[in-house]
């Protein structure tokens, strides 16, 4: 079973400040990497994606990646209380085309 | 109009009948995934397919069945529906690369 590990919080955070969200997965051979943002009761939209080791940043996100040690994070720069939604992380393992979607982390950022 | 087009939004239906969902798509995708969704499961993967004659299975396909009519549909049936598969249906797209999903908006269904 390929695993994608998430804290299910809720993660609280005030407005204006930093938030951290971590993954794990449990295939080594892994190389496409994913985080979806779902509000209650909608589908999962695409906020950010990364390929290869380090950081990549894309206005207020910021998706860090480091293969050696299987984990996957989201940073979100000056939270919103637009922000509060679930994050997804999901993983495309090295031998399948199907992600992998760990059971999300819930953040909610309070004004 | 959406990318990805999933009927019926909300489904109720009884235990024993059959039901199908379905999903389109403008995006010109080969790869199409139906998804379902459990509070505190997250989303596990019923069926994928990669093109029209090619059809696999998830992780909980037992009970399912889809049926690949052209590259832009892809239809899931619950054979007979029983209660446990009460839950939040999404179809998905991607392009041979896979960069990342399209999600359909979702059925829910409700199975009593």
């Known amino acids: 079973q390929k695993e994608v590990e998430q804290n299910s919080g809720p993660l609280s955070v005030p407005e204006g400040a930093i938030a951290s969200l971590n993954c794990t997965y449990s295939?080594?051979?892994?190389?496409?990497f994913f985080w979806y943002r779902q509000y209650s009761g909608k589908s999962p939209e695409l906020i950010m994606s990364?390929?290869?080791?380090g950081d990549k940043e894309d206005g207020r996100f910021t998706a860090q990646l480091n293969k050696a040690s299987q984990y996957v994070s989201l940073l979100i720069r000056d939270s919103q209380p637009s922000d509060s939604a679930t994050y997804l992380c999901?993983?495309?393992?090295?031998?399948?085309?199907?992600?992998?979607f760990g059971k999300g982390t819930s953040l909610l950022v309070t004004p | 109009d959406a990318d990805v087009t999933q009927t019926p939004r909300n489904r109720i239906t009884k235990t024993g009948k059959r039901i199908m969902l379905e999903c389109s798509q403008t995006?010109?995708?080969?790869?199409m995934y139906w998804y379902r969704q459990d509070p505190g499961l997250g989303l596990q993967l019923i069926y994928y397919?990669?093109?029209?004659?090619?059809?696999n299975k998830g992780e909980i396909s037992d009970g399912y069945s889809v049926s690949r009519q052209a590259q832009a549909k892809f239809s899931l049936s619950l054979e007979s529906a029983i209660p446990n598969q009460t839950a939040l249906y999404f179809c998905?797209?991607?392009?041979?690369?896979?960069?990342?999903?399209?999600f359909g908006s979702g059925t829910r269904l409700t199975v009593v």
């Open positions: 998905a797209t991607s392009d041979q690369n896979n960069y990342g999903y399209t």
């Open positions: 295939d080594r051979g892994s190389q496409s």
């Open positions: 999901a993983v495309r393992p090295n031998s399948g085309y199907a992600l992998n």
């Open positions: 397919s990669f093109d029209v004659k090619d059809i």
């Open positions: 990364i390929y290869s080791n």
């Open positions: 995006k010109g995708h080969d790869r």
